[in-house]
T-cell receptor
Framework: AQKVTQAQTEISVVEKEDVTLDCVYE???????LFWYKQPPSGELVFLIR??????QNEISGRYSWNFQKSTSSFNFTITASQVVDSAVYFC??????????????FGKGTKLSVIP | EAQVTQNPRYLITVTGKKLTVTCSQN?????MSWYRQDPGLGLRQIYY???????DKGDVPEGYKVSRKEKRNFPLILESPSPNQTSLYFC????????????FGPGTRLTVL
């Protein structure tokens, strides 16, 4: 089974500051996927990114970037020049790839980000 | 429009009164699942289904039932709801394996008095 730790329960930043959300996971699986989801105050869950364990390249998408380091089992998420609309709860979710018949997504407890204007 | 729908969105009920929360997806996804979200606990998986007539327990299945008679629908059934099932419930679907991106419904806020 996977275990995921999002040590930061709540973070507050002032608009335009950069912020990094930490995610550390534990898994015995050699192949797995990692997801980040966003839950804005309106409550829906929005998919942000999916990465597999073979690909440790960092990824940048606009103001978002992800740093995946297999050696430290971390998959951190950075928002550059934060905006008020980034205020949300962010969830990290590792999933093992165990072939057909295994399907369990484990979510971290989430990090609540508040961006203050 | 590709989407996952849930009904009802809000429900207040009393202990012991059977209820069903419906979930439907129009993306022809094989995999569907139910989660509950509670403060401080994040999202926890209740049940999942890999295809029609194939379901399995997640982390917190006690007190819940599911069925998957059609590919598009995956209702969550509470035969005898109790106050500790007061929660925010999400249905999700994905194309095939759990490693595919899951698409979530808008959520159902359930209060059991």
């Amino acid at each position: 089974a996977q275990k995921v730790t999002q040590a930061q329960t709540e973070i507050s930043v002032v608009e335009k500051e950069d912020v990094t959300l930490d995610c550390v996971y534990e898994t015995r699986d050699t192949t797995y996927y990692l997801f980040w989801y966003k839950q804005p105050p309106s409550g829906e869950l929005v998919f942000l990114i999916r990465r597999n364990s073979f690909d440790e390249q960092n990824e940048i998408s606009g103001r978002y970037s992800w740093n995946f380091q297999k050696s430290t089992s971390s998959f951190n998420f950075t928002i550059t020049a934060s905006q008020v609309v980034d205020s949300a709860v962010y969830f990290c979710a590792p999933t093992p790839y165990s072939g057909a018949g295994s399907y369990q997504l484990t979510f971290g407890k989430g990090t609540k980000l508040s961006v203050i204007p | 429009e590709a989407q996952v729908t849930q009904n009802p969105r809000y429900l207040i009920t009393v202990t012991g009164k059977k209820l069903t929360v419906t979930c439907s997806q129009n993306m022809n996804h094989e995999y569907m699942s139910w989660y509950r979200q509670d403060p401080g606990l994040g999202l926890r998986q209740i049940y999942y289904s890999m295809n029609v007539e194939v379901t399995d327990k997640g982390d917190v299945p006690e007190g819940y039932k599911v069925s998957r008679k059609e590919k598009r629908n995956f209702p969550l059934i509470l035969e005898s709801p109790s106050p500790n099932q007061t929660s925010l419930y999400f249905c999700a679907s994905s194309l095939s394996l759990g490693t595919d991106t899951q698409y979530f419904g808008p959520g159902t806020r359930l209060t059991v008095l």
